[in-house]
């Protein structure tokens, strides 16, 4: 059984820093791309970052670009979401999610080329 946890959410100003872990399980986590969305209340699930399965390509929406790092470490089996600058917009649960093909060359941006979600953790960022 595949299971993703996210952890490092939490209630921080405008301006301030946080940085979001998704441990991995029950997957060869190396081999696939990886990818964060996050839920505003009232909104559709959107998409934020997505790294791919070697850590060597990485692809961001436009609102986050310079603010929010996507990374990943393969012998920990964790990818990673550091977020700066935050701002009140950015306000949502955060998911990370598993591509659902294995040594994908091209990054998605859609939640159903996603397979695998974890639970989400709340970031709440105050003005």
């Known amino acids: 059984q595949v299971q993703l946890v996210e952890s490092g959410g939490g209630l921080v100003q405008a301006g301030d820093s946080l940085r979001l872990s998704c441990a991995v399980a029950g997957r060869t986590f190396r081999t696939y791309a990886m990818g964060w969305f996050r839920q505003a209340p009232g909104k559709e699930r959107q998409f934020v970052a997505a790294i791919s399965w070697r850590g060597d390509s990485t692809y961001y929406i436009d609102s986050v670009k310079g603010r929010f790092t996507i990374s990943r470490d393969n012998a920990k089996n964790t990818v990673y979401l550091q977020m700066n600058s935050l701002k009140p917009d950015d306000t949502a649960v955060y998911y990370c999610?598993?591509?659902?093909?294995?040594?994908?060359?091209?990054?998605?941006?859609?939640?159903?080329?996603?397979?695998?979600w974890g639970q989400g953790t709340q970031v709440t960022v105050s003005s």
């Open positions: 999610a598993a591509d659902r093909e294995p040594l994908r060359a091209r990054l998605q941006a859609v939640s159903y080329e996603y397979n695998y």
